[in-house]
């Protein structure tokens, strides 16, 4: 059998057998809906009440204050229209970057058609948006700021505590319709993280990004933060998500948020020495790349590389064929054939930006793993480039 | 150990064995993003689409028709604040019914706060809408009906067919923005659904009301029918809603969808058996007993009975203490301390809508089951009466 390694743990993650093993009573013999009355109804209300509180600790929140949702897409649109929704009156005006995923960006973008007002800040050339900038762009109808802690694309951090702590200071000063969301979707998991010093009034997560199954999520929301309801029907989530809990995927959702937590320091150690390995050895093995976004300043397990004078998606059908699963941008942008919108924002051509791979790397990717992609990977690139006449023009002149 | 008997499979059902089979493996080694366009998303991806496929045979629908969702609640949301918010410029009037499940009249009450009219058809006392009342509520600006095909709280089957007709008549005079939303969450799985003899544009459907898990659910929506998009970000489901495709949710919706379609006749059979001999049952043992809703259009798999005298509350946690689940009303509306809107609907007094209980059966409800509630519910019910004073009284002003 052909082997497969799987270097896209950005864009989804297997369910641990651990976290399988928990949830699975939840789908047969303790099958019930959280919200009725009787014994079986009661089993799995307990269930759900742990699993908020394992989530809630991962981020250092507490429980009441996890809304459970489908998804890091539905917390993003709950987190932004709902706080929006619910100040339309004192101001019309969002502050976010240009490097947030679709689930921020084209809520903002659907917001700018009801008459708000978007300012999205640089990210310059290292992928990171600026405090000076923020600053900036306050203006006294600024009713959220949404900025990512974690960039998907690039892995890039932001200065969120620096952010969270000017909107303290901000609402202290008498502004006080601010609020600061944080799309967390790819970081929780990944980097230590504490909502109280992030500072931040909401914030976004995914199952699936931690080895929990795709279609359970979560909104952190600071007690006090009243939201526009987005999906409306039933009491659920203290009224803040209607709809039958999804019991067996909150209950995976915590499991995974328990082990998270817990293998936190151990996962980045290794991902960080499996990542900083592989690129080191990129750089040995193949000229003319390059790293894009800040590399200091960034999450662990996540490589994105331009590689001059091809094409990303033939690159990635390439490495496909020899059983590596890579990525050119988020899954979410798939379809799509604009470059994309994070690595333009860089300052990258278009060439450049379509010359990119996501390599991101997760808890079960081995040495063997990276030590077959470093096997295909340099002559994956070498042919690619042999046939691209822009390549080789180049290269014709570099020698001249 | 104490026998349980669960007869709440209106609220939810447990995950049908071979379903948890089909989902697994998209949990674990099979857990690719569907969006990725690598071996490990194509192979997610094709499940998805045959998914699509499985779902869609179930209402003889096109596997293009179907808009996964988190649910029974996001569908229902999609459909009506969907087609309303793309066409408020035609009109901003709805036709909907008294007893809708909470995730439309929710919906429909936050539609009148923005502006919108909304008519509410009354059932009568048979729990059943009128094609004459929606003729006469039909005005110029009358944009979207939706009434639900099966009531989840006494089962009863709305003229849906008679109304599709009537939609398309309309269309055809001339008001061309008309559309027909059923909610048929309660009734796929239960009853034979042909969305062509339904002439409905959209309908909601649920997961785990068929034995698929908790947290998948989807919209038909009829080719042609645009929706305002609701979960925004990506493209996912042919940019009708964003998010990251909850693929072993989806596989087990599929696999559950294509067992619901093949055993549906046996299913219906068995259920008539055991509710009708239940319901024979309760007759003979138990006096003052009052079956809500037709008794003749109705889901085969429940009874709704009102038991003069108590509170079903007090019942409902008698029987649990007996290791029966039941429930008062729909799940979603537990934690409301007002009686029934679907009983009111009715005209049921206050004091008999609080009366009431749902026993909903499912596939697996046996024969033992159904004997065993009927030697706990006589004695429970009769200890109730004994201890109140309102039915005391009556009883000895019946003697005198």
């Not at 390694?5 to 989804?12: A, G, K, P, Q």
């Not at 709902?82 to 009156?89: D, Q, S, Y």
């Not at 936190?264 to 976004?293: K, M, Q, S, W, Y």
């Not at 470093?374 to 690139?381: F, G, N, Q, S, T």
Request: charged content about 25%; glycine content about 8%; overall charge neutral.
């Amino acid at each position: 059998m052909k082997r497969r390694v799987y270097l896209d743990y950005s864009s989804t993650t297997p369910v641990d057998e651990r976290v399988v093993a928990a949830m699975l009573p939840f789908l047969t013999n303790k099958f019930g809906n959280a919200s009725s009355v009787h014994s079986f109804g009661q089993e799995a209300r307990a269930a759900v009440d742990r699993a908020r509180a394992q989530v809630a600790d991962v981020i250092n929140a507490r429980p009441n204050d996890i809304v459970f949702l489908s998804g890091g897409t539905e917390a993003n649109n709950l987190a932004v229209r709902g706080v929006c929704e619910m100040n339309e009156a004192r101001g019309r005006h969002i502050i976010t970057s240009a490097i947030e995923h679709s689930a921020v960006r084209e809520v903002c973008d659907a917001m700018e058609r009801h008459a708000w007002t978007v300012t999205r800040l640089p990210v310059y050339n290292n992928g990171i948006v600026r405090l000076e900038d923020v600053r900036a762009a306050l203006r006294p109808d600024t009713v959220l700021i949404t900025v990512m802690l974690a960039n998907n694309e690039i892995g890039t951090l932001q200065p969120i505590e620096e952010i969270g702590a000017f909107v303290r200071e901000t609402r202290a000063g008498g502004h006080r319709h601010l609020w600061l969301h944080t799309d967390a979707v790819q970081a929780v998991g990944r980097m230590n993280i504490d909502v109280e010093n992030l500072g931040c009034d909401l914030l976004s997560m995914s199952g699936h990004k931690l080895y929990a199954p795709k279609g359970v999520g979560g909104l952190y929301v600071r007690r006090g933060v009243r939201l526009a309801r987005q999906n409306i029907g039933g009491h659920q989530e203290r009224e803040r998500r209607g709809g039958t809990e999804s019991v067996a995927g909150i209950v995976a959702f915590g499991a995974a948020a328990e082990l998270a937590r817990t293998e936190l320091d151990a996962r980045i150690t290794h991902l960080l020495l499996l990542r900083n390995r592989f690129e080191a050895e990129v750089v040995r093995l193949i000229p003319d790349v390059i790293f894009n976004g800040d590399r200091k300043h960034r999450l662990p397990h996540l490589s994105n590389i331009s590689f001059d004078g091809i094409e990303g998606d033939g690159l990635l059908i390439n490495l496909d064929l020899n059983g590596i699963a890579v990525s050119t941008g988020s899954a979410c942008a798939s379809g799509s054939i604009e470059p994309s919108h994070v690595l333009r924002a860089l300052g990258l051509t278009d060439q450049l930006a379509r010359a990119a791979i996501r390599f991101s790397l997760g808890k079960d990717t081995t040495d063997e793993d990276v030590d077959y992609v470093l096997e295909v990977l340099p002559r994956a690139v070498k042919s690619l480039r042999d046939m691209s006449p822009t390549y080789q023009k180049r290269l014709s002149h570099a020698v001249i």
